[in-house]
């Protein structure tokens, strides 16, 4: 009961800040801008190796396989992580030490190189004023990057009063980039320049393994939310699923166990909820790492996935429980069909959504 009321309330509020936003938008600039005003086609990168400052909070699976490596493709990177996970409770303690270490590196680092570009994935959460005041100082473009921004954007205020999302810092950067359509405007409306960066993945790291197919159904992720209802079905009703992550009994999985589970699975499992909210669905770094890895996927289903890719052709969705039942039996009865929609899914991921085509774009819109 409980969390269906912190659903209804964020779902409320997240409807309540996207209408304030368009409000804020129309005054300020007239009619809503097309989507396509956001978006980048052409791929005009140099090719030339460039020398790269990357920021980040901290460094997790997504954003090392999907962010830090492959910059590193695109040159020599160097990185600075803040690494305010070790004690969250203990964060704004250190903010303010933390962040002069990281001005120093960014110092000594163009001391020592000529830098074309500064990458960051921070927040209001972890940057101080002082950092956004240095950052305005330096002749080199800063791009900060964000996900999820469908229930971040603002956030709550932190104890230093700074909201812990973008909406107070993305001025300060000469691009933010934001996977969420919802978000763009807002961005605008705080005085930020901003883009539309599409999910995609490392296909040097989500790859085929050539592996035998040993699990059913594979599912990797944190338990939480309506996942466990959505598993204990298709459990009950006699598929087998292997669950790893945080808060189930088999334990979370590396990083490279994780590859090697996909590849051996029939069928990924994957669900596009914010949170514990099962009523607003995104898109997800899952939706592309999957079927590089050359198998079956299968997620909840919403419209943005049909941007990216011809559902029930390059993968399958799902609305209710008992649909995801059918549709795993079904798959899992025909062996052809299944990897045909695997053999699809991975064509279109390989040839459309690499995270290193998606820098060059961005890097190409900057004149670099």
């Known amino acids: 009961m409980l969390n269906t009321l912190k659903q209804k309330f964020r779902t409320w509020r997240l409807h309540r800040e996207n209408a304030l936003y368009e409000k804020a938008y129309i005054q300020k600039f007239g009619p809503l801008p097309p989507f396509e005003t956001f978006v980048i086609h052409e791929n005009t990168f140099s090719r030339r190796r460039l020398n790269i400052i990357y920021l980040t909070s901290y460094d997790g699976t997504f954003s090392i396989n999907n962010t830090y490596l492959p910059l590193q493709e695109l040159g020599t990177v160097f990185r600075f992580e803040m690494d305010p996970q070790d ?3 203990q964060w704004y303690a250190q903010k303010e030490a933390i962040n002069r270490q990281m001005v120093r590196f960014v110092q000594e680092t163009m001391a020592q190189h000529t830098i074309d570009v500064i990458v960051c994935y921070l927040s209001g959460r ?3 004023q002082a950092t956004l005041d240095f950052f305005k100082t330096l002749n080199v473009p800063i791009i900060n990057e964000s ?7 603002k956030s709550r205020k932190g104890p230093d009063g700074r909201y812990r999302g973008m909406s107070e810092i993305c001025s300060y950067f000469d ?3 934001t996977t969420s359509k919802s978000a763009l405007i807002k961005y605008v409306v705080e005085g930020g320049k901003v883009l539309y960066k599409p999910y995609a993945a490392n296909p040097l790291i989500y790859k085929k393994l050539g592996l035998e197919k040993k699990y059913d159904v594979v599912f990797i992720g944190a338990n939480y939310g309506t996942r466990p209802t959505y598993i204990t079905y298709l459990r009950q009703n006699g598929i087998s699923v292997l669950t790893k992550g945080s808060g ?17 699975a029939k069928i990924i499992l994957g669900f596009a909820g914010v949170g514990i909210n099962d009523d607003i669905f995104i898109l997800k770094g899952r939706d592309f790492e999957a079927p590089l890895t050359g198998s079956f996927y299968i997620t909840q289903r919403h419209s943005e996935l049909e941007e990216y890719f011809v559902l029930g052709k390059d993968i399958e ?3 209710t429980k008992e649909e995801l039942l059918e549709k795993v039996r079904y798959f899992l ?15 279109t991921c390989l040839h459309h959504y690499t995270a290193k085509a998606a820098y060059e774009k961005i ?6």
């Open 248 to 264: 189930w009994e088999e334990g979370n999985a590396t990083p490279d166990e994780m590859i090697v589970l996909f590849n051996q």
């Open 147 to 153: 996900l999820d921004d469908e229930r971040k954007f």
């Open 333 to 347: 009865s025909y062996e052809n069909e299944r990897e045909a929609v695997a053999r699809n899914g991975f064509d």
């Open 87 to 89: 004690d969250r409770k």
């Open 317 to 319: 969705t799902y609305a």
């Open 126 to 128: 972890t940057l101080t």
């Open 363 to 368: 890097l190409g819109h900057l004149g670099l």
């Open 175 to 177: 691009v933010s980039l």
